[in-house]
């Protein structure tokens, strides 16, 4: 599969390899389940008490632009003509 080499780098910084079987759509499944991860665990540290509620919309923030992929139209993963 091509992938544009920004979208490859992006999935690797969240350790996602694409496999030969891997589409977009599969790849983003993939993504979207690490993200939802990482919601689930900031959400378990702001009850915890490691997060104050005041803060907790700054560190959800934070997590969601970390994954930009997830806003990018799949038609835009692969290379560009």
Do not use: F
């Amino acid at each position: 599969m091509n992938l544009r080499p920004a979208v490859a780098a992006d999935l690797a910084r969240h350790g996602i390899t694409p496999e030969p079987a891997d589409t977009p759509a599969t790849l983003r499944e993939k993504l979207n389940d690490r993200y939802l991860e990482e919601v689930r665990r900031l959400r378990q540290r702001q009850r915890a008490g490691e997060i104050p509620l005041s803060e907790y919309a700054g560190h959800a923030r934070a997590l969601q632009e970390s994954y930009p992929l997830l806003s990018l139209p799949l038609s835009q993963w692969g290379p560009g003509d």
